[in-house]
């Protein structure tokens, strides 16, 4: 078996605990990675791994260097602040050489999107910015669309997708977007979260809530809902700064009570918004996302009607299904990628590590994808909203505004 690189997981918390440490063996078992530490400013259990503790003021590149690895994979999943600065400063200063794979929000401003931009314009090979929605959660829409790669793992018989209709193969429906779907006439994209700890913002730190630290749904669910889209330009038409025609936002009464017990309110995020896009090739583009919504249910999907059929994307069971005409018997599902017996984030931390290795698994470049998203949910936050609203836990997301 092919020996790894080694890995650094800064940040010991739950992101690890629930995301990271559940995918190692596989990708210790692909050859991916092969020794690995974690660094936080506190003593952690890492089970068989390594775990140092990073001192105060202790700059990262002096952690990475002294843990030893050489040309080290370095994952950043601490304090959103602190994600474009110390990348900055450890390609700058870290003698091991490292490659950095950064976890969302990659920035918290405009002043850092302008640093991460240079950033990785200077060390293309050497930044890697990950993003479920885009690399596992909306990978069927992504193939169907003919953007993954058909010689990349993805493809491979290792559980992460799998059709849906008898008899076929992946390969079979890839590149059938323009074929089933035709022109698109319009898109919506929503991210509504309403059930159990996900449905509220208490399960997490206050860095969901305040905007200063990439706080407000526009920040937290608002780059997953546009990254698919981005990756879907060459059916949906380009989308820019200029695309964005309005905004909405509301905060839930509950959520303002919680959140006023620890910011001021100059600083608490949304809990629900919408913003209305328009494509370079004038389709219109709905996006919504939001918490304390939907009578305590989830309803994660993308919708693409288009002059031949729709796709019905649900992403809360990563599933493609596909419609002609108006018969709702005739929905056919046809991917799905596997959310319960594979790893959650196995696709998205080897995509962002094939893509490193120059194994880049989409015909789209995924850093410039994220990084474009991030940059519009950042250029969205500048711009006022033409309604602004209060709501009660649960209510529906269409009767807000």
Request: glycine share 8%.
């Given at each position: 078996?092919?020996?790894?690189?080694?890995?650094?997981?800064?940040?010991?918390?739950?992101?690890?605990?629930?995301?990271?440490?559940?995918?190692?063996n596989?990708?210790?078992?692909t050859?991916?990675?092969?020794?690995?530490s974690?660094?936080?400013?506190?003593?952690?259990?890492?089970?068989?791994?390594?775990?140092?503790?990073?001192?105060?003021?202790?700059p990262?590149?002096?952690?990475?260097?002294?843990?030893?690895y050489?040309?080290?994979?370095?994952?950043?999943?601490?304090?959103?602040?602190l994600?474009t600065?110390?990348?900055?400063?450890?390609?700058?200063?870290?003698?091991?050489?490292?490659?950095?794979?950064?976890?969302?929000?990659?920035?918290?401003n405009?002043?850092?999107?302008?640093?991460?931009?240079?950033?990785?314009?200077r060390?293309?090979?050497?930044?890697?910015?990950?993003?479920?929605?885009?690399?596992?959660?909306?990978?069927?829409?992504?193939?169907?669309?003919?953007?993954?790669?058909?010689?990349s793992?993805?493809?491979?018989?290792?559980?992460?997708?799998?059709?849906k209709?008898?008899?076929?193969?992946?390969?079979?429906?890839?590149?059938?977007?323009?074929?089933m779907?035709?022109?698109?006439?319009?898109?919506?994209?929503?991210?509504?979260?309403?059930?159990?700890?996900?449905?509220?913002?208490?399960?997490r730190?206050?860095s969901?809530?305040?905007?200063?630290?990439?706080?407000?749904?526009?920040?937290?669910?608002?780059?997953?809902?546009?990254?698919?889209?981005?990756g879907?330009?060459?059916h949906?038409?380009?989308?820019?700064?200029?695309?964005?025609?309005?905004?909405?936002?509301?905060?839930?009464?509950?959520?303002?009570?919680?959140?006023?017990?620890?910011?001021?309110?100059?600083?608490?995020?949304?809990s629900?918004?919408?913003?209305?896009?328009?494509?370079?090739?004038?389709?219109?583009?709905?996006?919504?996302?939001?918490?304390?919504?939907?009578?305590?249910?989830n309803?994660?999907?993308?919708?693409?009607?288009?002059?031949?059929?729709?796709?019905?994307?649900?992403?809360?069971?990563?599933?493609?299904?596909?419609?002609?005409?108006?018969d709702?018997?005739?929905?056919?599902?046809?991917?799905?990628?596997?959310?319960?017996?594979?790893?959650?984030?196995?696709?998205?931390?080897?995509?962002?590590?094939e893509?490193?290795?120059?194994?880049?698994?989409?015909?789209?470049?995924?850093?410039?994808?994220?990084?474009?998203?991030?940059?519009?949910?950042?250029?969205?936050l500048?711009?006022?909203?033409?309604?602004?609203?209060?709501?009660?836990?649960?209510?529906?997301?269409?009767?807000?505004?």
């Amino acid at each position: 078996m092919k020996m790894g690189r080694p890995l650094i997981v800064v940040g010991a918390g739950s992101y690890w605990v629930n995301l990271v440490s559940p995918a190692l063996n596989s990708l210790k078992e692909t050859g991916l990675i092969s020794k690995i530490s974690t660094v936080d400013v506190q003593n952690r259990d890492a089970a068989e791994n390594s775990h140092v503790v990073r001192e105060k003021d202790e700059p990262l590149s002096g952690v990475v260097d002294r843990i030893g690895y050489e040309t080290p994979l370095v994952l950043l999943a601490h304090s959103n602040d602190l994600h474009t600065p110390e990348a900055i400063e450890l390609i700058q200063n870290s003698k091991a050489k490292p490659s950095i794979l950064i976890e969302k929000p990659y920035s918290i401003n405009e002043d850092q999107i302008r640093k991460l931009d240079n950033l990785i314009t200077r060390h293309p090979n050497c930044v890697g910015l990950l993003e479920y929605y885009l690399t596992m959660k909306a990978v069927p829409l992504l193939l169907f669309a003919g953007t993954v790669r058909e010689d990349s793992f993805y493809f491979e018989n290792n559980g992460i997708l799998r059709t849906k209709i008898e008899g076929s193969a992946l390969k079979d429906l890839s590149g059938k977007f323009k074929e089933m779907i035709g022109k698109p006439l319009f898109v919506v994209s929503e991210i509504l979260e309403g059930e159990g700890s996900y449905g509220t913002v208490e399960h997490r730190n206050l860095s969901i809530v305040d905007k200063s630290l990439g706080g407000g749904m526009i920040q937290d669910l608002g780059h997953h809902a546009l990254t698919p889209l981005i990756g879907l330009e060459a059916h949906l038409g380009l989308i820019t700064k200029d695309s964005i025609k309005d905004v909405r936002v509301a905060f839930c009464n509950e959520y303002m009570e919680f959140a006023q017990k620890h910011l001021p309110k100059g600083n608490i995020g949304e809990s629900y918004a919408e913003i209305d896009i328009e494509t370079d090739i004038g389709v219109p583009v709905r996006l919504a996302m939001g918490k304390y919504i939907e009578k305590g249910q989830n309803q994660r999907r993308i919708v693409i009607t288009g002059t031949r059929g729709s796709v019905l994307y649900d992403m809360t069971n990563n599933l493609l299904s596909y419609q002609h005409g108006d018969d709702n018997s005739k929905v056919r599902p046809l991917v799905e990628a596997d959310k319960k017996n594979v790893p959650k984030y196995l696709a998205v931390l080897r995509a962002g590590i094939e893509r490193i290795n120059g194994r880049n698994p989409f015909y789209f470049d995924p850093v410039s994808v994220a990084f474009r998203a991030q940059d519009l949910v950042l250029s969205t936050l500048k711009i006022k909203p033409s309604k602004e609203r209060e709501y009660e836990r649960g209510s529906l997301h269409d009767t807000i505004f």
